[in-house]
């Protein structure tokens, strides 16, 4: 059995201006789906990732608001891509959601939160947990 191959060829090509350089702005994520759902008494340990390690630590401010109520930060080490936070159990049915607030590095490098701009959505920057007693089957 034969094939017929084809072989397609570029041009010239005249422009010789061509950028391929990284202009994305550092930014932080969570890497997690948007909703999360446990039974009460389960903690959640959260990602939060950078694409690019840095020479320096990163310290990502975060909140968890609804039915608990906390803020801190979790520290990506030097080159490092990520870290976790820890979201402690519920004993009960509820929910909290949890969001980034800012990230700096300790050479005072502002990353954005989310890439390009969290009003965007092109990466999550919040997390919806919901604790929910289990369906007797």
């Known amino acids: 059995m034969v094939l017929p191959a084809m072989v397609i060829s570029c041009g010239d090509f005249d422009d010789d201006n061509l950028d391929f350089s990284n202009s994305l702005n550092p930014y932080v994520e969570i890497n997690s789906p948007p909703v999360v759902v446990l039974e009460p ?3 959640f340990v959260l990602p939060v990732v950078i694409r690019v390690a840095i020479q320096s630590d ?4 975060y909140v968890i608001e609804g039915d608990m109520m906390a803020q801190s930060e979790v520290v990506i080490p030097a080159n490092s891509l990520s870290a976790s936070i820890m979201v402690p159990a519920l004993n ?6 949890v969001t980034i607030t800012g990230a700096t590095s300790d050479g005072n490098e502002e990353f ?5 701009d969290a009003a965007l959505g092109l990466s999550r920057t919040s997390v919806v947990i919901n604790w929910v007693m289990p369906d007797d089957e």
């Open 41 to 43: 008494g389960e903690s």
């Open 112 to 116: 954005s939160i989310g890439r390009g």
């Open 92 to 97: 009960e049915e509820g929910q909290a959601t």
């Open 58 to 61: 990163l310290n990502v401010s």
